[in-house]
């Protein structure tokens, strides 16, 4: 493209959620310019404990929706959907997607010094082998232990951040990394971010030494920083940043479906002024998306 402001269009990103509004924001600290349009399928979470056909179906209708509203390369922001559906839909539309397993598996490989990597995620990611797969083709000898751990997404929803019960259910999932000897666990779920501290704080107290402790990384960093470089790498960046006339990039949130429950959450990670949600309906048939 040759105007100098770059590629005005927006980014979209999309998660079965608003866990995925975590990657949103990592990508908007990284590249402050650009417009993103959000999609959280909230009629249908958690993705995580439903059939892949179902996962597959529900991806398939929002990847359509956000390539109606011109976005000009779209993320994957969610563990499951990367897993199950992104391979088999990406050559349905032409803007270039990007997954959160693949550059969470770089950063896992990029800090671990023993190649033992933890992984915990959601019952269908764990199951899919996606980021066994992905952090073995980046590190051929790494030993990777999952986990599925499907209770944690409703303690977030349900605000139990720093809460004892979470302690609880985090010392029963986090017990079978005993003697395994990992120095990295991936947050493999867009909502795990949010319970970071607690996970690091029972990996402290369940197996603490003073010589070392298990990295925890995210891929929402990771991301936005592939995100980054391929926008650049296609000339799509915008660069309004240096025009005269710049201005910060805007959010444009779409959940297919809402309660108040989920306002202090996206808050939270957004940041007030910016969560404003629309609710959208969609209907995938036939390969056409029809929303309103
Ligand atoms: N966004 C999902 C993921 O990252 C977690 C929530 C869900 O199960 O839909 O896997």
Known sequence: MNDPRGDPRPIGVFDSGIGGLTVAASIRELLPAEDIVYLGDLLHLPYGSKSSSAVLEFTRAAVHFLVGEGVKLLVIACNTATSIAMRKIEGEVDVPLIGVVRPGAHAACGVTENRRIGVIGT??????????????????????????????????????????????????????????????????????????????????????????????????????????????????????????????????????????????????????????????SLNYDSGRVSYT
């Open 123 to 280: 019952a269908r990611t764990v199951e899919s082998g996606a980021y066994e797969t992905a952090i073995r083709e980046i590190a051929p000898d790494a030993s990777v232990l999952q986990k599925s751990t499907p209770l944690l997404v409703p303690f977030i929803e349900e605000g139990w951040i720093g809460h004892p019960a979470l302690a609880m259910v985090l010392d029963e999932y986090l017990h079978c990394f005993e003697g395994a000897d990992i120095d990295t666990l991936v947050l493999g779920c867009t909502h795990y971010p949010l319970i970071r501290e607690d996970i690091s704080e029972r990996l402290r107290s369940l197996y603490g030494r003073d010589d070392r402790e298990v990295k925890i990384v995210d891929s929402a960093r990771t991301t936005a920083e592939s995100t980054k470089a391929l926008l650049a790498a296609k000339g799509l960046l915008n660069r309004n940043f240096s025009t005269p006339r710049a201005r910060a990039g805007t959010y444009r949130i779409h959940l297919t479906d809402y309660t108040d429950s989920f306002r202090d959450i996206g808050e939270l990670i957004v940041g007030r002024s910016n969560f404003d949600p629309r609710v959208v």
